[in-house]
């Protein structure tokens, strides 16, 4: 007896269904059964006829079930009941004890009516095939050698050809699976047919000679059937363990850029013979969590495997179970026979599947395809050992996606990176080449180079992360973030235009303008950004990321927010140049210094004179300071052209002392060079080098610079002010500190932002501010200077005010060297060294 059972891969153009196949049957075995009924039965002793239906009921449940691959066929012993039956009671009744075993076993086994039909079909047929052979062939006595090759002839016939039909009814329903159906029918008609047709002779030999015999032939039989059913476990598991050798191979095969978790599930569909295969793994790198299913229905999830909460799952993955689950209805409880029945299966196996997430996965395979084998000790072994290798595929595979998720991902961040954005870029402009929109935002963090100075690469690295989160959170919710190198990070806006980039991009700016806390220090994040669009800017990522590039250089001269222009192209090459021409033009003296005379509010004596940088081009004529001092702190140059005008102007002022002139000169100190750690060594080889007294030298700092938490906390100001030199706090009034701040600080004056003393003599708004800024920093013991002073009327005013020291236009316009010295024969006189001091004094003339 056997079965079709699986759908396979060569499945016929026109598949018959399986009543089809009933009823074919039906009409094939009709002709053979008419023709065996009609034979006139012979009288038999009721003993004789039920001691045959009940061994072939015997014989046909006592079957051994091989599956090859997708189909699965049971072979049995019915041989020997078969020849019995032919020798003892005739065709008539040998064909309705072999209907009525086949239909009873099939029915009780709960074959669907047309697999029942269909089988007791074949039956018929078998023994009108052996009924034909045994017709035309010598048959004698039992004892007769004649006999015995006739009756082997005969049964093995119809066992040959019962089993061809039983092959043809799979080829017609599931399509051909290949040789190793036919390769089935040819080992059980010549292994197993003979032995049990030659076994049922030796029966009838033994009782033919003495019924006493049957003593002897029960445990015979009994050993026998012990034997068979031995050979039936141990050709199991000899599947079974060819089935883990298949899978391994199978799974070595998986390449590296396959679907993995898929090709596995139909792995372990295909060798387990299953009605459907789930496993569920959890989130990964920037997967969430993922449900395979492999079924016959082709369907892609269904309830059970995916739910936390499952008893089945939950009992698999709490680490309690020894080896994989085996559930089955008929052995489980209410709780399992729910779980079983929300599923819509009979019988599961379920394990837990280890992960370089650290949660477990987990794996399900419900029901086998076949109507008589179901999951056994035998699969569940079976599946526990295939775990080992689909442990190692699935970490193999989650390791290759980590190599790939590094490959475009930015480690600190979590971000994708340059090359991912740009792939991402090129495939959102590859959807629509002609009018496909996009926006990109590069933005720069401002102070991440004076954070990595002055705290270290954690508080930097720290800082990213803050600014990371602030862009994700801000940023629109179809923007693609990604960090480049650096401080640097990037915004893709899909199917925006440059209008609507640039809004965004002025949003974000705003949003993440705030102060954060990084390594216990409260730091300010602010943005520059640049702004290109395709396709007004560029069709391809390469061009669009360039521009945009281009664009961030531009927006640090432009309000924080600039777009691209092709004329920023040229400034971005004279930027580039200008960048690799600051230490030969150092060098060659092109950049050099001028001076701005600093008075005495009160007396007009010449108190200082602020230096301020200038570079004179070959090429681009005068440079405007802003834009190669900002480019030199971009470039980390910033620290070499202030030792280059602090050398300047310390020059000019050992000059002035061997004339015994006491002149004390002024240098303006960018917020980056505060942050680099050598800054005060600097300073004080300089004031060895030129045998400048501290006194003599003023540091001009930012306002920003000043009162940012990485300054305040450090002991740079402190020990600046320690070399004897003062401090000065430049273009105060324009920025976020107040007067009681500086009270923390070694600051010893403010600087008046000019914005405010030019507007004096016009506005009474602006001439209130200096009044109180005059008057708080005196209550503070800070002097006062003013620049910006164009006109008699300010001066007088600022005089008025108590204002210390005045600087501008009205006094002298910022001069080179030698003009300086013209212009202090000019216009200055010497006054006499004051009581105490080694060197005299300049003053100007009235």
Known sequence: MAEPDTPVQHRPLTALGPSTIGWLSVFIAAPFAVWLLSARPEPESPFVVLAVLGAFAVAESANLHVEFRRQSVSISASELAFVIALVEVGPFWATVMRALAVAGVCLVQRFSLAKVIANTAVAVVEVAVAVAVLSVSPVGAVTAPATWVSYLAAVTLATFVGGGLIRLAIIATQGYPGRALWTSLLVTTFTVTPMAVLVGLAVLLLLHTTVWSLLIMAPLLAGLVMLYRRFAAVSREGQDLEKVYDFARQVEQIGPDEDGPRLLVEAIRELLNAERVALWLPPYLDEGPQLVVASDDGDVWYDGPGDPDDLLRRRATDGTADGPLLVSTSRATEAEVAALARRGVQDLLAAPVITAAGEPGYLEVCDRRSDIVTFAEGDRAALDSMLTHVNAAIRQQQLLAQIRYDADHDRLTGLPNRQRLAADIDVLLAEDPVAGRAGLVFAVLDNYTEVTDTLGHAASDELLLVTAGLLREHAPPAALVARMEGAQFAVLLPGVSLAATERAARRLREATSTRVLVAGLELEVTLTIGVAAAPVHGTDAGTLMQRADVALLAASDSGGVASYHPVLDQQSLRRLQLGTEIEQAMADGQISVVFQPIIDARTSDIVSVETLVRWAHPRYGAVSPDDFIHLAEQIGRIGA???????????????????????????????????????????????RRHGVPGELLTLELTEGSVVDDSVRNSTVLADLHALGLRLSMDDFGTGYSSLSQLRQLPIDEVKIDKSFVLSMSTSQGESFIARSIIELAHNLGLRVVAEGVEDELTRNALADMGCDKLQGFLISRPLPDDKLESWLLARTGVRSAVPGTPHRRLFVRA
């Open 641 to 687: 052209l202030t030792d280059h005008v602090l050398d300047l102007a310390l020059a000019r002022c050992r000059r002035w002392l061997d004339q015994d002139i006491a002149l004390s000169v002024a240098v303006n100190l960018s917020a980056h060079c505060l942050a680099e750690p050598d800054l005060v060594e600097r300073v004080r080889r300089a004031l």
